[in-house]
């Protein structure tokens, strides 16, 4: 996408021309009003933000980054701040607090009315990443008792408050969820007919609770195409929902997390450009130094064949093309697992079916492989040429490229087994792994022959 | 997710209790029914799909497997296909029929009305992950001069034929859109308000037209936090959306493409047990190969430097230790950068502050790992240490790490600059160029000290 010019608005702010400001601001989008403040000095900051359609203030600062928006919390009156605090929805509520010293969160919520007040305190003690940390509770309630007629009214009465009103959840007395309605069927329906004739009932419910990891909310929206999931507590008490916005947001999230974890490092809580120096360091130095320490055996295997590497001066040359591709197509297969297992494309029981493709695919690589080197070694080496050495780096290529591809299918799919994450076994330290197979593969056929 | 237990229901069908196990599927989810048929026979498939509540028989239907779905619809009678075109989304249709062999995507074309078999004609024109491939035109469209309450009369009467209708699109007389409108706001505001009133106008409209790639529809609606994204012609008329169900699987696919490339692959069309041995060895064989062929210039380099190697035998032990820590550290920031890039986080002008980020990452990481390996040489070596070499190693280590996060970082951005995917610049690619310029500078360093 491309980045939009914001330097009208900009101008506008430095000539001090606010209500041009003010009425630019009613026809635009929050989420780019929001990109514009988040351009500016934190100087013009305040005055700017005071300029925002009252409607809309709460959502464009919902959007805005972390540090823009505990400046603003730190520099508004308490009035001001009670009635942000009062349109914001919960869930951003919570967003925000989690992020920002303990004195901005106790301004928050100073400024939030008592009823508030204890929900807020209640979603910050869920642990992070949980279904329980991101939910709402600003969704629609209905009674199953209630006919369409009756239902449309009261959302009605209540929908400004709520985030979304497109599905409605309906509980029992003792507010256990009992069914979901859609706002669609409510409409399409007879007027009197009872909302629970039309829900759908406990049969088809999906639902999470409050423990259960956000990455298992996300799966479930996805798979069941839901626009909002429903979160119980233990009791199967409704407490809350999880919208389809943020579900995106999670998605792409655990995406860059496995990213980063088959890369690795750490996940990041922050984005690139303001995670620190330091902490971005200490992401990846533990990675780096147990990798670093791993390849030193790779190292000794081969100072270990001093011998053999002296004596058979082209033997040393194949070395890094053999180990490269064995990585290279390890690293291919582990990724395909662990995309594999993350979407539930694969699941462990199809082991013994991917490990038989893979040694199918490994067949046709390698041989493919090993008829391209031979003839780059024939051709380069015309002269020196050493058909016996050649005949070893090709069996080592081949044979190096089968067990990549076995090991490259088992690993991930044992971390699975054992309940470790899968992306652990990615590029780095699968590439670490099989440097020492392939050597060992290329040093033991290489003795083999040429010692005898 | 655990896995469902069809059990109970493969018995059932087994024992052609039917009008039992066509009750069970009433209180089922459609995604759940698909799962279920996903696992049984083709031979009983058939009479399986038959026994579907008709009203969900055509939701089932596009959750199924490409190959049960073509099973199906080369097994009914041409009614059965008739009611099930008819009661299916276009865009469903349109995914399914671009899976399928000519003959069946003409029998289902025979089978759909004229109108649907224009539209469905021109959907499958356009090209592959662009906006029009994957849009549908039902959508609720409303005339700005309606009140509220005759919007949702009409919204009511045109319901059950519409993907979603909690956004609805409002047009001009030569259907150019012109404005959103939330089924929200329609209920909350007054039943006489006129729709052009409270829509949300042209400027804060987002839309895509429909040769936009599917990837640049994702990346608005997650940005806005939309329902559904209006697809207009190059003149501004509006002909289809894009709900968010299907926007999620375009997130998730999209994703699945970096990975795969990231991975020194094409990316697959098909899910990992879908695809062909030889379309995976396709796949994979082209970066195979020149990662191999670039990795013998490694080995050029090595075997070029026998006669150092071969008098100071400690330096070959570093070499793997060298070339795996630098293609790590390259590997890791590379990784952020691909990331960064593809979610909006990091923009090309960012390049310098990240440059200058990277470079104390650097510093920071190498100086710890250059300690930690030093102390690693100085015990696994008591007895034959030779500082020298410590030191040539350390400098080599140090430098190695500089540029490869420096390299990691640029060659990104530049891809993205000459308008090249970044995610070529991943793992395998990264290494392969890391590990050249590590050996340079290893060899370089000690050629300076040790031959005077």
Redesign the interface.
Known sequence: ?E?KDFEELEQLLEEKKFSELHKRFL???P?DIAEFLGQIDTVNLLSAFRLLPKDISADVFSYLDTEQAEHIVRSITDKELCRLVDDMFIDDTVDFLEEVPANVVNRVLRAADPETRKTINRYLNYAEDTAGSIMTNEMVQLHTKYTAKQA?EN??KT??DKET??TCYCVDESRRLVGTVE??DL??CDEDTKVGDIMD?K??L?TVQTSDDQE?VA???????L?SVPVTDAEGRLVGIIT??D???I??QE??E???K????RPADE???KTG??K??KN??L???I???S??F???L??SK?AL??NW??L??????L???S???G??V???????LA?????IK?YF??LF?EF??AV??AL??VV??FG?MWI?NAESGDLTQYLIVSAALFIAILIANAIGCSLPILMKLIHLDPALMA??MM??IL?VTTLAVYFGIAQKILIK
């Open positions: 996408m980045e026809d635009m989008n989420v449309i959302i009605r929908a400004t009103i497109y706002l669609k409409l399409l009932d049969d088809q999906i298992m799966e479930l929206a996805r798979k069941y195409d626009l389809i916005d579900i995106v947001d998605i792409e995406n860059t496995d990213f980063e088959m890369a690795a490092m984005t690139y450009l120096v330091f971005m360091a990846r130095i990675w780096l130094a990798l670093m320490i390849a030193t790779t190292g000794q081969m100072s001093e590497l002296s001066v082209f040393t040359t194949a070395i890094p093309m180990m490269d591709t990585g290279n197509a690293n291919q582990s990724t395909l697992m662990i995309r594999g979407l539930g494309e694969i699941k199809d079916v991917v493709k199918r695919v046709i690589c493919m492989l391209l080197n780059r380069m590029g780095p590439t670490t440097d």
